[in-house]
């Protein structure tokens, strides 16, 4: 009896010392991380509040404004074919927001929808923009709505992309990088072990079509998790309580808004996009039924093509771009 606890003790302790081994993922080094995933366009600002901010801004300087908001654990990355598509006749602005991609930590630990809102504000002002429209993905989803009802005068437009904060949107399945991250005991594992499979595990579980799913986005969203300080902020942003929207809070929303969805996303069901839809008073939906959590990375192309022929319609396009737009729906 003796030497078999002997030899199943060993044969744990050597399985503890594999796993250890497998999922350990120290930081990443920020300069190499700058070099591959920060050069030009980026810039690299400090803020008035003294955060650090690693953005793109891209396109004529006399254009519409279009603010890009990442989702949870991603980075301005997310947007590369949106970024790509509309800067050509649109003002593109992105960035890590605090907690993420190159910006890493937020200065002060806030990362309250106010804070997060703020961040935004600071950015555009930074940049000397005072009128644009915002658009955001899952948690950015609920950045952007959260700062169209903070600063009104400044947002001409909203853009939902399976944005969170609706109520009652329980996930149909929770990828396990967000059930790790929810988990309080898994917290301070996470700081150093982040096992590359569960960021690709993860990943297959918010697309429509996994096998779309590159080994350069698993690898980025692997090596910039991994930039000093984001996964301490996965942390401290698990423990910040979000507002949910309210039918009257998403009725003051009194600028034009776009929702899209993926109807394959098992995070955020669809369900909540129906529920934006009824409760913003200018809104369009649009649901795609092959797609999931991140319609932008998925298929960049026709979503940001649906965003160009949203944004004509609003009255939201450069005047040139409008205009002929008027000229072609006037000969059909």
């Given amino acids: 009896m003796r030497t078999f606890l002997k030899w199943l003790l060993i044969a744990l302790a050597v399985a503890v010392i594999g796993l250890a081994?497998?999922?350990?993922?120290?930081?990443?080094?920020?300069?190499?991380?700058r070099a591959e995933y920060g050069q030009q366009p980026s810039q690299y600002v400090k803020l008035p509040s003294g955060q650090n901010i690693h953005l793109r801004d891209e396109g004529p300087r006399d254009a519409p404004a279009i603010l890009l908001l990442h989702g949870s654990s991603s980075s301005l990355?997310?947007?590369?074919e949106w970024a790509e598509n509309l800067s050509r006749d649109y003002r593109v602005v992105r960035?890590?927001?605090?907690?993420?991609?190159?910006?890493?930590?937020h200065v002060s630990k806030d990362?309250?929808?106010?804070g997060y809102s703020d961040t935004a504000a600071a950015v555009m002002a930074y940049l000397d923009i005072d009128q644009?429209?915002?658009?955001?993905?899952?948690?950015?989803g609920w950045v952007a709505w959260n700062h169209a009802l903070a600063y009104p005068g400044n947002v001409r437009g909203l853009i939902l992309v399976d944005a969170s904060g609706a109520p009652d949107s329980k996930p149909r399945k929770l990828p396990i990088g967000f059930r790790l991250a929810n988990s309080q005991a898994m917290r301070p594992l996470m700081k150093v072990f982040t096992p590359r499979s569960i960021i690709e595990a993860s990943l297959e579980t918010s697309v429509g079509d996994p096998s779309k799913i590159t080994d350069a986005q698993v690898d980025r969203y692997w090596n910039l998790v991994r930039y000093p300080g984001?996964?301490?902020?996965?942390?401290?942003?698990?423990?910040?309580?979000r507002n949910t929207a309210g039918p009257e809070q998403m009725a003051g929303i009194k600028a034009p808004a776009l929702v899209m969805w993926g109807a394959k996303d098992t995070l955020i069901p669809v369900s909540a996009a129906k529920w934006f839809d009824t409760h913003i008073p200018?809104?369009?939906v649009i649901i795609y039924d092959d797609l999931g959590h991140i319609p932008m990375e998925e298929d960049g192309t026709r979503t940001a093509g649906d965003v160009r022929k949203w944004?004509?319609?609003n009255s939201l396009a450069p005047a040139e771009n409008k205009a002929t737009n008027d000229n072609v729906e006037s000969t059909d």
Wanted: charged share 20%; aromatic share 10%.
């Fill in 77 to 80: 990355h997310t947007w590369q």
């Fill in 282 to 284: 200018s809104s369009n």
């Fill in 111 to 114: 990362y309250t929808a106010k």
């Fill in 95 to 105: 960035y890590d927001q605090p907690g993420h991609g190159l910006t890493g930590p």
């Fill in 132 to 140: 644009y429209v915002i658009a955001g993905n899952s948690m950015g």
């Fill in 311 to 313: 944004l004509s319609e």
């Fill in 21 to 33: 081994i497998w999922g350990y993922a120290p930081d990443r080094n920020p300069e190499d991380l």
């Fill in 230 to 241: 984001n996964r301490e902020a996965i942390g401290d942003r698990g423990k910040v309580a």
